[in-house]
């Protein structure tokens, strides 16, 4: 080929990627959704997030995509899927469920923005530096779980005789189980009861520990929030009502499928300023210039048809404080 018809060709060749992509929309922006959870027993905190990218104007699949990867309570495959969804690679990524979802991101990528929620102290973890800056490439929510734990003991005090012990069901491999279980006991000091613990290593302890609750007369059991016992919500309320042991939760989903009480904090509006965090992110703005949002909205939820099966009378002020009563 001559030099001149040569050049010709390869400008003509060069042209066209450029004439292509001028045609072609835009690339969407790809987000990482890693979770400690199942899908069917996080659907709707999935939906919060969309919402909560809605509110930014972004639709999947529309203007952006949703990678979702589900460990399904076994915190022990989430670091492949953080690496996984790094080399896809993904825009952004929102982790929760878990503190292993967040711990596996962060070592997965030190670039890629990462949006977590927690009910635990990010600061305390390493997950950020302060939580009104950062730093680095990660922000999120929490909600103060484990302050709220105490409130969960209070409220189990007010329905079970001063005779009757309180339990707790944990895992002690979960991040958070060591300083909650600290938390739980000061507060038991403080409030002069006896405090039973119930762990387990997985689901197949679970009947072994509801039948020993059962056996030692506990007048409550506080479930922790556990990618665990959320995996298997259906098991822990099924167990609960088969042992007519009463139980205390974060999360108002167990109550709705028969638990007795549950307070914590709106995990839903968490999820949903985990989104709009995103969102902004997406948009331009550095994450670890984004302060950590504390959740400060409460819910108290009760299952007065449950209490009724246990032969439980709840106190006509705690209902009327209640926002929401499932008859």
Known sequence: MKRREFIAALGGAAALPLA????????????GMLSGQSADGYSYLAA????GLKDQRFVEGQNVLIEYRWAEGRD????????????RPVDALLTGGSLWATISAKAATATIPIVFT???????????TSLNRPGGNVT???FLAAQLLAKRLELASQLVSKDAPIGFLGRPREPRYAADRKELEAAATALRRKLLFFDVASERDLQAAFTTAARQNVGML???NDPLFNTHRDAVVSLAARHAVPTIYEAREPVTLGGLISYGTSITGAYRQAGDYIGRVLKGEKVGELPVVQS?????????????????TIPQNLLATADEVIE
Do not use: C, W, Y
Request: charged content about 20%; glycine content about 6%.
């Open 222 to 224: 506080i479930v922790h």
């Open 20 to 31: 292509a992509r001028a045609q072609q929309p835009a690339r969407m922006p790809v987000i």
């Open 296 to 312: 400060s909205r409460f819910e108290l939820v009760i299952n007065l048809k449950t209490a009724r099966a246990l032969g439980l």
């Open 118 to 128: 927690t009910g635990s102290d990010p600061v305390k973890l390493g997950f950020v």
């Open 140 to 142: 999120g929510v929490t």
């Open 76 to 87: 022990e495959r989430l670091p492949a899927m953080a690496v996984e969804l790094v080399n």
């Open 48 to 51: 919060a997030f969309r919402q």
